[in-house]
């Protein structure tokens, strides 16, 4: 498996605990080796007893921001997302719902009463439309993390979040965007849309590409595109924080996506991201927040004790 490409932390995360010397004297518990790492891998069993690992969905995803990454690289991170998906979905009893347009669902949330729509809420919307959201904390290829992916299983659908960020801002644009593929039908028969690099720092390739930003704009501030003027003329960090802490909530933005949307315009990241320092009272793992949201969650009792012990591992959950 590590020849095929898979990383050392995903192939130990599959590994199921029961595993033992003598299990490997046994012709069944050597089969249902091979059939819990293809449920929690996405490989074929078949192929494993002939010592082969052939990835399931090796060419039913789309891949989003390529950069040189091979044929067996992208069957790799497509087969293990769209396995940890439809083991999760095990776990959401709700029924299939597509994600309303980004209007009725900013509406919807701001009916609940929230002031804006905010990773918190956002990640509440998705778990009652029956949408696990989870952050990675193992990733299949040694070398490669990836930004997000969306799948698509029997017209229900999950999200996976991969790269690790302090404040929740970036976070909720890149949820909103990959919420924005599902609603606007990109899947269309494909198992998952992958998003390699962040879709809002990337110049877009594609109309789906940018389809999906506009969703996660009107979705998160109103707009598609939203109007962002400064009246100073150069506005510094701590400058930049004030006036979108004292803006956002007046449009019901949350100010470190107001912040963000400034850089969009202005193309001045760096600028920014120094912001979202003032903003936020602390730094801290947006992951945490996320997988603990999803924990609760979870029915972990519709979940076999081994899936259910993989998805704690690679949510980096403690097992036991
Ligand atoms: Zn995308």
Redesign the pocket.
Known sequence: MKDAGLSDQAIDAAWPTWWSEEADGSASARAELRFALARKLGVSPKALSNDRVEFVWHDTARF?HLSGEGAVQKAALASFGVAVAHLLLQGVGEAAIRPPSAEELRDAIRDGGAPFVDLTSLLATCWALGIPVIHLRVFPLATKAMHAMVVEANGRFAVLLGKDAQYPAPVAFTLA?ELG?ASLGHLNGASA?V?LDD?IESEQEDD??KA?DRYALALLTGSPEPDIRTNIGKFGARQLAAAVQEEGPKRGIEPGTLALCYAYRTENWARAMAALRHIYSEKKPVWREVNGFAEDQIDWSALSDDSAEFLRTIMGMPNG
């Open positions: 989003k965007h593929h849309i998003d879709p789906d590409e999906a």
